[in-house]
């Protein structure tokens, strides 16, 4: 029962690096373009939303068909194919 936990855990850990990798992204792209001048704080709260959603189909569809911990293990060569 305690390894199940500390699996989900791993699993939720992973599926969160998952989610954030493309929240971070829109959000630094925004904050860039805006730093520009060429779009108004506006466009943050537009992409920022987007991210979201993006993160959370990016990070379910990899739990679903591989599994979060697994496909990292494969990225870093330290698990089986």
């Known amino acids: 029962m305690k390894y199940r936990i500390f699996f989900f855990f791993v699993e939720l850990y992973h599926w969160l ?16 373009i805006i730093s520009t001048g060429v779009v108004s704080l506006s466009a943050f709260y537009i992409s920022l939303p987007v991210g979201i959603l993006v993160g959370i189909f990016f990070a379910e569809r990899i739990r679903r068909k591989y599994g979060c911990a697994n496909y ?10």
């Open 72 to 81: 990292w293990s494969t990225q870093y060569g330290t698990g089986a194919p």
């Open 17 to 32: 690096l998952f989610f954030l990798s493309p929240v971070f992204a829109s959000a630094f792209i925004t904050i860039i």
